[in-house]
């Protein structure tokens, strides 16, 4: 069967207990990572202007204001990933909660729809987003384009035509309509167009689902038939990289949530620090070893500002080494990265490649004054129970917009309650 | 200069005189096409969804009603282009007026700006989606995208920085925004997302405009830059094709309008018979000869539709020599198709092809009972006046939308009459 098929069988397929668990974890910490985004002023013309585009409606948009479901999606899908904090699933290639969330969420709330169908939509939208990701492949992203973007407008479509339960031929037309869409490129990186890729993709994903519902016809296969997305924008169709068809959708149990306000390359090697015990005072050395990719990608030697600081291995090893938290986005600041004690640490710190390392594993040693030596290891495909998760992403919302709206917010997850979250994300 | 260089230029550049008319007759045709394509019931559904997520407006739309111009211009894009009459450029490789026209007539309406300016401003999007269709190549077509709506939105969003007065910064901006953007796929043919297309290329146009002058940042130059649109889809980027630099801008001239309401590939043909003195009782035998490339295209030779009848020499052919109107679309029908009359003098017909003759070339040869020849040949690049192609498209709008409203059309086109454009746009 192909991916088409497969995404058809999702679609109607029931979702995974567990999974679905993960789903509301991933929700929780979209949100507070998009209302967070919404302080970002920067936005504030774009925002205006796709209201302005929109009139009224009934799908509340990050910072308040209510909206029709397509514009909501788009402001929420950009504003949420703005901080680059939401969550990230490696093989998908992307961050799919900020694609689909936005999408079904919009949806949800025109149509009030419970909280919980919205979440088992969301699931399917996410588990489809992964598909999608994994089948298109490394070669798709490595030619230029933003995997977050294009395999998530079809995680988005699929999420939106299960939450508006379409027949399966309108989801089949909603996906044809996905293909001509869905875009994206990576060259947008370092600009606030990145963010936007993700918005766009979660208006596509309503946009498909509600023309087919209205009759608009489309490729039958527009994913990956003859000239369809993938063959047009160099998707690998490798179907063995995918898991058996007959599995359970729960590809969502490896997704991995930010804890920390940098670059995911510098994430193992946090994490590593943190589960040592080391003083500051007595660090004579530190010695870093990571996967080969992350040496251009954020191995700053001498970061002179606080953007800076997010892609340095000596700057932030040298801030969790001091104790500074490096989940608070707001210690990012060019002061941190001037700070004379953090500079003196980081002086010490060297970085080294190591191929038998995995991306997501990262190696380190302290040597200290006396001579003595501490070594530690992380690996972020470890698996780390939904306890844990839950609890360390309720300490990231708490640092993220405060405990008063962290609190309403989960709350507002764990019982079900539609509006007290929709109040939270547009307060 | 790289073609994102030569579009800056383009976007302040003077325009010329000769092909600002040009840009008038496409308007008017381009309107008259939305018209009579709004009458098509297939797309109501799609224009009440987006209206719904559009609120209410100062942009006209096909067939009535104003909403703000990003929905705007989705609609009458889709609208323009369902039936699939609109002008053709062969070096575009596309459509021009279907996605640039819409995005500067809504934003023009509401902003008030005059009639003129407007399209001075549709003439720089049109000149400019031809360089980019040029740019991008055949490669770029044959891989599977869609020139009309990828080139297309490039040309919009130039047609919308110059209606906005954009900075050159700006409209860098806004050339990085589109290239996120646009997209469509040739699978859609023969489907309803092949018209929309056009129309998420006009929308395309209007947002990466509107969001660039709102600070929104994008890559420096998305279009041929890094893993920009050209190198991530399949562009030949062959500079060698573009008109000099520093020529003035009227690649327009050589757009072809459509005169007959069926396939492109059959138009040479029926305008050498058109030029022919024949009688169809007198008829023995016909010779058409034709490019290769629509021996698969247009050649069915026993259509039973009167959607088939479009792509069909002989029987097209039959409808020339009997004197019925291939301009009237009200002719494509089932009856037609199976007409005795017409199917006896399709019977006649042989068709072959000829690699001597271009794409835009047709002959055709006449072998009357008495044994008299009659031979004809035509080529759509020839040369046709400015007054010949107006009278022949007020004829065409007369056959669409009836006299009285290609009357008022082309009176507020000569006259510059915005209201009464937007008037009849909407009747």
């Known amino acids: 069967m192909n991916i088409t098929g497969r995404l058809l069988i999702l679609a109607q397929a ?10 509301q974890l991933s929700l929780a910490d979209w949100a507070a990572c998009g209302i967070a985004g919404a302080e970002d002023r920067a936005f504030d013309g774009f925002r205006a202007t796709v209201t302005g585009q929109a009139g009224t409606g009934t799908a509340t948009v990050f910072g308040g204001g209510r909206i029709p479901p397509a514009g909501a999606a788009l402001i929420n899908g950009t504003l949420s990933h703005a901080l680059d904090y939401d ?11 900020v694609a689909v969330v936005p ?7 025109e149509r009030d729809i419970p909280f919980a169908e919205m979440c088992e939509a969301a699931l399917t939208g996410v588990e489809a987003s992964i598909l999608v990701g994994q089948w298109l492949g490394r070669g798709h992203y490595q030619t230029g384009f933003h995997q977050t973007a294009t395999a998530g407008a079809f995680g988005a479509t699929l999420g939106a035509a299960r939450l508006l339960e379409l027949t399966p031929d309108q989801t089949r037309m909603a996906l044809g309509l996905c293909a001509s869409m869905a875009s994206g490129l990576k060259s947008q990186f370092g600009t606030m167009a990145k963010p936007l890729n993700a918005g766009l993709a979660a208006r596509t994903g309503i946009e498909a689902a509600l023309w087919a519902a209205a009759g ?14 993938g063959p047009t924008h160099h998707g690998s169709a490798d179907e063995t990289a995918l898991p058996d068809a007959g599995s359970p959708a729960r590809q969502i149990l490896q997704i991995s949530h930010k804890f920390h306000a ?34 251009t990608v954020c191995n700053q030697q001498n970061p002179e500002t606080g953007l800076a600081v997010k892609f340095s291995y000596p ?9 500074i938290s490096t989940a608070n ?29 995995s991306e997501m594993q990262a190696r380190i040693l302290v040597m200290n004054n006396d001579g003595s030596e501490v070594s530690g290891f992380h690996d972020l495909a470890a698996p780390v129970s939904l306890a844990e998760r839950r609890s360390r992403l309720m300490r990231k919302a708490v640092a993220l917009i405060g405990a008063r709206r962290a609190d309403t917010l989960w709350s507002a997850v764990d019982t079900g309650d539609f509006r007290a979250f929709v109040q939270v994300i547009g307060d």
Not at 14 to 20: M, R, V, W
Not at 103 to 109: C, I, M, N, Q, S
């Open 262 to 295: 940098c670059c995911h390359g510098l994430h193992a090697m946090l994490e590593a620090v943190s589960k040592m015990n080391v003083t500051a005072e007595h660090v004579d050395r530190i010695m870093i070893s990571t996967h080969p990719r992350w040496m």
């Open 315 to 323: 700057h932030t090893a040298a801030m969790a080494l001091a104790g």
């Open 14 to 23: 029931k979702t995974d207990a567990e999974a679905l668990e993960m789903m």
């Open 87 to 97: 969550d990230t699933h490696f093989a998908h290639i992307g961050h799919p909660s």
């Open 216 to 229: 608009v016809t489309a490729a039958s296969d527009g994913l990956a038939g003859p000239l369809g997305f």
């Open 103 to 109: 999408a079904v969420l919009a949806l949800a709330e």
């Open 329 to 357: 986005i707001a210690r990012y600041t060019d002061e941190t990265a001037c700070d004379p004690q953090l500079v003196a640490l980081r002086e010490r710190v060297t970085v080294q490649e190591d191929d038998t390392l």
